[in-house]
């Protein structure tokens, strides 16, 4: 892209009258394509042609040309169908005009014609136009003129398809990993969708933009392609502020695309027709409604702001100084690329907490275990089995099975994140039996409306369970119970545990401790922040709720 600037500098304008202005006529005479034709009297405006044939005549002014620039070529931009005569004579047609009863076959919005050599001398030259518009008679466009060496005229397009279409590809590329990235990842994150939404956008923005040089476009079609350049820029203009959003946190994102929306509606609806001033207000109100948002991110401290600051900036400098065909895809690939940088931290930061969560795990397994081995633990229960044994052998036995049952299931869901309810109850009956033979209590269970198909975090139902045993002095009768309900709604689920006994007589109040502690663990390893734990005394005991809300 650059080369194609260098190559402008290197070569100046051959017209030295920059903005030669046409003048009309509507009729049909082949006198009027003379050089030396009198038009004092023709029109400025084209006016209303209809179905009518209209000629247009140019005066430019050629500078001296060097023999290296010959052959020259010429470049016209206009509507319509036509011939195009230099100093008198046909050069070239562009389509076909009515003629003999046939319709109008419609011409190209932009054509090449070579000049001939003897044609080329300093000085004044007539360019006219026999044409007509029978497919757009209403649209009033002005002539555009380019002259060039004629081999400059056919390669830059291809010297500038080629840098498109390799930057397309690069986006082409981009938002099919992004998608990739975004169908394999189990929490599916918005950030990477839109990522990769707006690569594939920017690849169709580029595509429909030079759509030109690859297909030919008759000009009655020619405001297709301009719509759809001005959706496809309008939709990048919502999705880029909204990523900025996600990625600085912002508090007021709803708002602001609220008012972006309005405001990008309103460009659309009183600029209609006006596509290129259009898609510059589109670009603008995305650039101010990013700078908002990454200028509240460098206040909150965010990572990243002040590289995407200066992104928008140089993109804002890109567009006030460069040719805006040129301008709009590197101030895109400027803000395409800071968004990357964006993600490459938020990527970092996602590993660090993949990290942290291996770690917590591991550090939750470690403390499963260590629940059923600890020390005073056995040798309590050994000491109580070793009296069972002697006084009742039988019973003894049964207590042995108990506490192998239990270990055998504690060693078995240890290393699992998530569990069967099923097994978390087993776990708790089984508990329940051990800690009946060592205090020789009457432990009653109970559980109500349990959903068996649900998961739970290992040894959480257990962990208060043992709470409850623990802190808990039996009712008359030598009985303490316990029950287990399951409750379930549109926007979550989750269990109430409810300890029935006198609560033992303590100094401080009891808040928890690492019992507690180990169940947030184990909701905040399964459920991230979805997820609500409450545990306090009441009359009859002790209750605990663990609400799971639905994302």
């Known amino acids: 892209m650059f080369l194609l600037i260098w190559l402008s500098i290197l070569n100046p304008p051959a017209i030295r009258n920059e903005e030669p202005v046409p003048v009309y006529k509507t009729g049909d005479n082949s006198a009027w394509a003379a050089k030396n034709y009198d038009d004092k009297d023709w029109s400025k405006d084209r006016g209303n042609t209809a179905h009518n044939i209209f000629w247009s005549r140019t005066h430019l002014d050629l500078r001296q040309v060097e023999n290296e620039a010959l052959p020259l070529g010429l470049q016209i931009e206009s509507f319509g169908a036509f011939e195009v005569y230099w100093d008198g004579v046909l050069i070239g047609n562009n389509g076909r005009i009515p003629q003999n009863g046939k319709p109008e076959v419609p011409g190209t919005e932009s054509s ?8 080329i001398t300093p000085g004044f030259h007539t360019v006219a136009l026999r044409s007509s518009q029978s497919l ?12 060039d060496p004629y081999k400059i005229l056919l390669t830059q397009p291809l010297v500038t398809m ?39 956008l920017f690849f169709a923005l580029l595509i429909m933009e030079y759509l030109k040089f690859h297909v030919v476009i008759p000009y009655s079609d020619f405001f297709i392609r301009l719509e759809i350049i001005g959706w496809l820029t309008f939709t990048n203009a919502v999705l880029v502020p909204l990523y900025f959003i996600i990625q600085f946190n912002f508090k007021w994102g709803r708002w602001l695309m609220t008012a972006l929306l309005v405001t990008l509606l309103l460009l659309y609806v009183y600029n209609y027709g006006h596509y290129d001033l259009t898609a510059r207000f589109y670009s603008l109100a995305m650039l101010i409604a990013s700078l908002i948002i990454v200028l509240n991110g460098i206040f909150q401290k965010e990572k990243g702001g002040f590289i995407v600051l200066m992104g928008l900036l140089i993109s804002a400098l ?52 260590k629940k059923n081995i600890q020390p005073h633990f056995l040798r309590n229960t050994l000491t109580s089995m070793m009296d069972w044994v002697e006084e009742s052998p039988k019973e003894g036995s049964r207590f042995i099975q108990a506490l192998a049952s239990e270990f055998d299931i504690m060693n078995e869901i240890s290393e699992q994140t998530l569990i069967p309810i099923t097994k978390e109850l087993a776990l708790c009956r089984q508990h329940l039996s051990v800690m009946g033979f060592r205090k020789e209590i009457n432990y009653v269970w109970e559980q109500v409306g349990i959903d068996e198909t649900q998961l739970i975090p290992p040894a959480i139902i257990h962990t ?31 269990y109430l545990f409810e300890t029935i006994a006198q609560n033992r007589q303590i100094v401080t109040e009891r808040v928890g401790g690492n019992g507690f502690k180990y169940i947030r663990a184990r909701l905040t390893e399964s459920y991230g922040t979805n997820w609500t734990f409450d545990s306090g005394k009441t009359e009859s005991g002790w209750i605990s709720t663990i609400k799971i809300i639905r994302p």
């Open 162 to 200: 080629s840098y498109m279409n390799l930057m397309a590809g690069a986006f082409l590329i981009a938002a099919v990993y992004y998608f990739f990235l975004y169908l394999n990842s189990k929490r599916r994150p918005w950030d990477i969708l839109i990522f990769g939404t707006i690569c594939l």
């Open 136 to 147: 757009l008679p209403h649209v009033q466009r002005s002539i555009g003129f380019k002259i």
């Open 318 to 369: 890109m567009n006030k100084f460069m040719f805006y065909d040129y301008s709009l895809f590197i101030s895109f690939t400027i803000i395409v690329l800071c968004m990357l940088y964006l993600h490459s931290i938020r990527t970092n930061v996602i590993e660090a907490e993949h990290r942290n969560a291996i770690l917590l795990s591991s550090k939750l397994q470690l403390e499963l275990l």
């Open 112 to 119: 090449y014609y070579r000049i001939p050599d003897n044609l």
């Open 464 to 494: 208060l369970l043992e709470n409850g045993i623990t802190h808990s002095e039996p009712l008359p009768g030598n009985t303490v119970k316990f029950v287990l309900r399951y409750f379930v709604s549109k926007e979550s689920y989750g």
